[in-house]
């Protein structure tokens, strides 16, 4: 099995841009597709990047999702933050047999 | 709209046992891959179990081979989790999620609200 490593938390001001990474420990990230999860406080997650880069409807477009072959990470680029963005960020890949999410990064807009 | 609502959360002793059910509507519950994910209190998501369209595969994390069972019944569009000999490390909110795209098994479009299971004596 392979882990996807996430920082611990990351912070940034209303407006400015702000990028998550999700470093997968072993096998390629280009293999399998990548997903981004964001969940609020006290609600369930919620799916904005499916696919590497795949937003679903109704999510606004300062979310961005990309993969990096020579760093061998997924990366969530969120632009333009908002207050309401701030939230925990989880990344998830997968094989053939299991489901792997990374740790979990807390978002702080400030 | 796609629905996803669990049930059969609540307060059981350790060893005890526990089902916990997850009704589906709104797409075509038959033609996609559905897991349990679940997150113990102020920890992250774990992937519990998933299982193939027809319920003819199914995977487990490691820490509930042997004891939790997924099964599914298209004609309900439901979604079961048996979860027997449970431990206290095993209390968590418990989601359902359906996959991205019927046939494939890769993450997940739409999640339940979650229920909460709790192992304490």
């Known amino acids: 099995n392979f882990m996807l490593t996430q920082p611990h938390s990351v912070s940034e001001s209303p407006g400015k841009t702000v990028t998550i990474s999700c470093t997968r420990s072993s096998g390629s990230i280009a293999s399998n597709y990548v997903q981004w999860y964001q969940q609020r406080p006290g609600s369930a997650p919620t799916t904005v990047i499916y696919?590497?880069?795949?937003?679903p409807s109704g999510v606004p477009d300062r979310f961005s999702g990309s993969i990096d072959s020579s760093s061998n990470s997924a990366s969530l680029t969120i632009s333009g933050l908002k207050t309401e963005d701030e939230a925990d960020y989880y990344c998830q890949s997968y094989d053939s047999s299991n489901v792997v999410f990374g740790g979990g990064t807390k978002l702080t807009v400030l | 709209e796609v629905q996803l609502v669990e049930s059969g959360g609540g307060l059981v002793q350790p060893g005890g046992s526990l089902r916990l059910s997850c009704a589906a509507s709104g797409f075509t519950f038959s033609s996609y891959w559905m897991s349990w994910v679940r997150q113990a209190p102020g920890k992250g998501l774990e992937w519990v179990a998933n299982?193939?369209?027809?319920?003819?595969?199914?995977y487990y994390v490691d820490s509930v081979k042997g004891r939790f069972t997924i099964s599914r019944d298209n004609a309900k569009n439901s979604l079961y989790l048996q979860m027997n000999s449970l431990r206290a490390e095993d209390t968590a909110v418990y989601y359902c999620?359906?996959?991205?795209?019927?046939?494939?098994?890769?993450?997940?479009?739409?999640w339940g609200q979650g229920t909460l299971v709790t192992v304490s004596s």
């Open positions: 999620a359906r996959d991205i795209i019927p046939g494939y098994s890769s993450g997940y479009y739409y």
């Open positions: 696919e590497d880069n795949q937003r």
């Open positions: 299982i193939k369209q027809d319920g003819s595969e199914k």
